[in-house]
């Protein structure tokens, strides 16, 4: 079977816009969450956010490829072009290479409801522009990364609400695993205006910790009372072991295991046997045991029932072993779309600079998460191999192991 | 509106918006040859028409308009009729 690796990795998040940022606000438990004042005039419950500007992309892409990118889209530019210079792949080399891209993506709701404005003003699509169909579609991501840098190997958007990326880059690495690509740019976007989040709001998930924007949001904490949404775009370049040895490539870390499942039951309420599926069916894909997992970068959203189902899950699996387990949410809040990918970059900087980030305002174990080891403080310690759990609305789950190439 | 005014209008929402060179700006320029502006441009460009001159482009009366020229000619003929 081939091996598949991980070749570069790019971040654009409310902890930090590139690798180096990101790893010293893991480092430090440093929060990125604030308040978007805009929101209470939207009539939302919480103006609860993630907080990460739009990049300026005039004067760096040409006219023609940026007016059909969303604010996620450039998210994903922006991560993407940090991880095919961390791969040490330039223009030369897309040109000359078949290069596949799986992205993870479940809305563009911002140009959708500008276009419907206009539309309800002006009753006249051709009045739209020539970007609003491209900004529009869940595919904009991958339409408009694979237009950009060329890409002529397989082009598709996995839209599996929170677990989109997680998926995307499961399905990557089976691609490369079974032969059908050598090199294959996977990764996942969210949005972060406040358009995007409303109907989440409705649902009165969200944390309403307003006086404490840094502390709202806390995982497998008794206190907690919600996520907080948030945004950004992570990317991973996924590579063929041999391809990326023959080509030189500094290989920062093998995917070894995928593991998914659908829980069947509720459309929004989770499910601890789907999280224990995903995870047994990733540790069974790597032939590995549960000994062997030095950390776990826990799904934990902050809200009261999913994080207790996944604490659940963790005891059946891990209770024995108890390895160290965080929520890097606690810094980031929920992004959503793009956490799959998000949260193996960052377990993979912790991998690679050898310490667990901290679960922050973890402060009071309840019944449930009192049994896991979850890391409080940043601690030093060397990770061989870690789990990434990503689940996600209409019972979607993934789970993906990740080691080091030793 | 005058000729002149027209054309200053028209050329800067050119170079600001659609990013042509500056340099390619002339009366004779052929719209796609020279210009490089493409159909989707053509969209973008009749949104920017309806916003900064008040009438909507038709598709079919740009069918004969070729030039930067006859394009400044065009919006005339639209709005000062």
């Given at each position: 079977m081939r091996r598949v690796v991980i070749t570069g990795m790019g971040i654009y998040s409310c902890i930090g816009k590139n690798l180096n940022e990101v790893k010293e606000s893991l480092y430090a438990g440093r929060s990125?969450?604030?308040?978007?004042?805009?929101?209470?005039?939207?009539?939302?419950?919480?103006p609860l956010t993630g907080i990460l500007d739009r990049p300026v992309l005039k004067g760096v892409l040409d006219r023609r490829l940026r007016t059909g990118m969303a604010e996620e889209g450039e998210f994903a530019y922006m991560a993407t072009v940090e991880a095919l210079?961390?791969?040490?792949?330039?223009?030369?080399?897309?040109?000359n290479n078949e290069i596949g891209i799986i992205y993870g993506n479940d809305s563009s709701a911002k140009a959708v409801i500008e276009a419907h404005e206009i539309i309800k003003e002006k009753r006249d699509t051709t009045l739209l522009g020539s970007g609003a169909i491209f900004q529009s579609m869940n595919s904009t991501v991958t339409m408009n990364l694979s237009t950009i840098f060329k890409l002529r190997g397989i082009n598709f958007t996995v839209s599996a609400a929170c677990a989109s990326g997680s998926h995307s880059i499961g399905l990557g690495y089976m691609y490369i695993r079974n032969g059908l690509q050598d090199m294959v740019i996977c990764g996942g976007a969210q949005e972060i205006n406040a358009y995007s989040m409303g109907s989440f709001d409705g649902?009165?998930?969200?944390?309403?910790?307003?006086d404490e924007p840094t502390k709202a949001s806390r995982p497998f904490d008794a206190h907690r009372d919600g996520l907080v949404p948030s945004g950004g775009a992570a990317t991973l370049i996924l590579e063929e072991y041999?391809?990326?040895?023959?080509?030189?490539?500094?290989?920062?870390?093998?995917?070894?295991?995928?593991g998914f499942s659908s829980n069947g039951t509720h459309i929004?309420?989770?499910?601890?046997?789907?999280?224990?599926?995903?995870?047994?069916?990733?540790l069974d894909d790597a032939g590995m045991k549960p000994s062997e997992i030095d950390y776990i970068n826990a799904h934990a959203t902050s809200?009261?029932?999913?994080?207790?189902?996944?604490?659940?899950?963790?005891?059946?699996?891990?209770?024995?072993?108890?390895?160290?387990?965080?929520?890097?949410?606690?810094?980031?809040?929920?992004?959503?779309?793009?956490?799959?990918?998000?949260?193996?970059?960052?377990?993979?900087?912790?991998?690679?600079?050898?310490?667990?980030?901290?679960?922050?305002?973890?402060?009071?174990?309840?019944?449930?998460?009192?049994?896991l080891n979850i890391a409080t403080h940043t601690e030093n310690k060397e990770i061989n191999a870690y789990l990434s759990n990503s689940f996600g609305f209409g019972g979607t789950n993934s789970a993906l192991i990740i080691k080091k190439v030793i | 509106?005058?000729?002149?005014?027209?054309?200053?209008?028209?050329?800067?929402?050119?170079?600001?918006?659609?990013?042509?060179?500056?340099?390619?700006?002339?009366?004779?320029?052929?719209?796609?040859?020279?210009?490089?502006?493409?159909?989707?441009?053509?969209?973008?460009?009749?949104?920017?028409?309806?916003?900064?001159?008040?009438?909507?482009?038709?598709?079919?009366?740009?069918?004969?308009?070729?030039?930067?020229g006859e394009f400044y000619n065009y919006i005339d003929s639209k709005i000062n009729r």
């Amino acid at each position: 079977m081939r091996r598949v690796v991980i070749t570069g990795m790019g971040i654009y998040s409310c902890i930090g816009k590139n690798l180096n940022e990101v790893k010293e606000s893991l480092y430090a438990g440093r929060s990125g969450i604030g308040i978007e004042a805009i929101r209470t005039e939207f009539g939302y419950r919480s103006p609860l956010t993630g907080i990460l500007d739009r990049p300026v992309l005039k004067g760096v892409l040409d006219r023609r490829l940026r007016t059909g990118m969303a604010e996620e889209g450039e998210f994903a530019y922006m991560a993407t072009v940090e991880a095919l210079a961390n791969a040490k792949i330039d223009n030369t080399f897309l040109e000359n290479n078949e290069i596949g891209i799986i992205y993870g993506n479940d809305s563009s709701a911002k140009a959708v409801i500008e276009a419907h404005e206009i539309i309800k003003e002006k009753r006249d699509t051709t009045l739209l522009g020539s970007g609003a169909i491209f900004q529009s579609m869940n595919s904009t991501v991958t339409m408009n990364l694979s237009t950009i840098f060329k890409l002529r190997g397989i082009n598709f958007t996995v839209s599996a609400a929170c677990a989109s990326g997680s998926h995307s880059i499961g399905l990557g690495y089976m691609y490369i695993r079974n032969g059908l690509q050598d090199m294959v740019i996977c990764g996942g976007a969210q949005e972060i205006n406040a358009y995007s989040m409303g109907s989440f709001d409705g649902l009165s998930a969200f944390s309403v910790r307003i006086d404490e924007p840094t502390k709202a949001s806390r995982p497998f904490d008794a206190h907690r009372d919600g996520l907080v949404p948030s945004g950004g775009a992570a990317t991973l370049i996924l590579e063929e072991y041999e391809h990326a040895v023959q080509r030189g490539a500094d290989i920062i870390a093998e995917v070894v295991g995928y593991g998914f499942s659908s829980n069947g039951t509720h459309i929004s309420q989770p499910s601890n046997e789907g999280c224990l599926k995903a995870m047994q069916r990733a540790l069974d894909d790597a032939g590995m045991k549960p000994s062997e997992i030095d950390y776990i970068n826990a799904h934990a959203t902050s809200t009261p029932i999913g994080d207790t189902n996944e604490a659940i899950a963790l005891d059946a699996l891990f209770s024995k072993t108890r390895p160290l387990i965080s929520s890097t949410k606690s810094m980031t809040g929920h992004e959503c779309w793009m956490a799959g990918a998000s949260e193996v970059v960052y377990s993979t900087l912790m991998m690679l600079n050898s310490f667990v980030a901290p679960n922050i305002n973890f402060e009071t174990p309840d019944e449930y998460s009192a049994r896991l080891n979850i890391a409080t403080h940043t601690e030093n310690k060397e990770i061989n191999a870690y789990l990434s759990n990503s689940f996600g609305f209409g019972g979607t789950n993934s789970a993906l192991i990740i080691k080091k190439v030793i | 509106m005058t000729r002149q005014e027209i054309i200053d209008t028209t050329n800067e929402f050119l170079i600001d918006e659609i990013e042509v060179e500056k340099e390619s700006i002339a009366e004779d320029s052929r719209l796609k040859d020279d210009l490089g502006i493409d159909s989707l441009d053509f969209v973008d460009i009749a949104v920017i028409v309806e916003r900064k001159f008040g009438f909507k482009i038709k598709a079919e009366e740009m069918m004969s308009v070729q030039t930067l020229g006859e394009f400044y000619n065009y919006i005339d003929s639209k709005i000062n009729r």
